[in-house]
């Protein structure tokens, strides 16, 4: 099993960058697809971005592509996502979620994932 943690959510004015971390707790951390997600008041929680177990693979929304980057550093068991050019639609609470996997897949489906973190607030304010 894992536990997962996240932190470095805010306030933050358009424009604006805020970078949010997971840390997980656990053993083999290396071997989990690792993805974000957020969950917007009154909308369904959706999905943000993946990477793979090893950092080799990464995948992106749409909307946030050229703005936001996945990484991880397995020796820290931690996984990161570094927002930039943060819009007021990019309000939200922000999930980090874990799955075992042996392969590079990557996961982006809510249901594909069995943990997840108790999510932090990301503010943008326009």
């Known amino acids: 099993q894992v536990q997962l943690v996240e932190s470095g959510g805010g306030l933050v004015q358009a424009g604006g960058s805020l970078r949010l971390s997971c840390a997980a707790s656990?053993?083999?951390?290396?071997?989990?697809?690792m993805g974000w997600f957020r969950q917007a008041p009154g909308k369904e929680r959706e999905f943000v971005a993946t990477?793979?177990?090893?950092?080799?693979?990464?995948y992106y929304t749409d909307s946030v592509k050229g703005r936001f980057t996945i990484s991880r550093d397995n020796a820290k068991n931690t996984v990161y996502l570094q927002m930039n050019s943060l819009k007021p639609e990019d309000t939200a609470v922000y999930y980090c979620?874990?799955?075992?996997?042996?392969?590079?897949?990557?996961?982006?489906?809510?249901?594909?994932?069995?943990?997840w973190g108790q999510g932090t607030q990301v503010t943008v304010s326009s």
């Open positions: 656990g053993r083999a951390f290396s071997f989990y697809v």
């Open positions: 979620a874990a799955e075992r996997t042996p392969s590079s897949t990557l996961l982006y489906r809510v249901g594909d994932f069995g943990y």
């Open positions: 990477i793979s177990w090893n950092g080799g693979n990464t």
